[in-house]
């Protein structure tokens, strides 16, 4: 199976940053799109942004213009650099991967889509 460990939340005060990361391991044959998500207490979880293998992106608008997605193929870790950010904005972060893994001792591949354990962000004073 294909891992996903997410890094970088914390408590930050109104219209500060944060970088999360999310590293991918595992057979990993190639990687197709990555996203990162949310879920705030309470609430369904939501998209953030996403970013194909070539580097397209897609913001939900509630974080267009401070949010930015990148990703290192050649890391296959991504990104999510959050700026000006707001108290609604708290939230735990997942990350979701999909593409193309190995099968154990062989050059055959399979499907997969994971998801991380997730990473709490704060924006209080």
């Known amino acids: 199976q294909v891992q996903l460990v997410e890094s970088g939340g914390g408590l930050v005060q109104p219209g500060g940053s944060l970088r999360l990361s999310c590293a991918a391991s595992?057979?990993?044959?190639?990687?197709?799109?990555m996203g990162w998500y949310r879920q705030a207490p309470g609430k369904q979880r939501e998209l953030v942004a996403t970013i194909t293998s070539g580097g397209s992106t897609n913001y939900a608008d509630s974080v267009k213009g401070r949010f930015d997605i990148s990703r290192d193929n050649a890391k296959n870790t991504m990104y999510l650099q959050m700026n000006s950010l707001k108290p609604e904005d708290t939230a735990v972060y997942y990350c979701?991967?999909?593409?193309?893994?190995?099968?154990?001792?062989?050059?055959?591949?399979?499907?997969?889509?994971?998801w991380g354990q997730g990473t709490q962000v704060t924006v209080s004073s």
């Open positions: 595992g057979r990993i044959s190639s990687i197709n799109a």
């Open positions: 979701n991967a999909d593409g193309r893994q190995y099968y154990e001792n062989s050059s055959a591949t399979r499907a997969f889509n994971s």
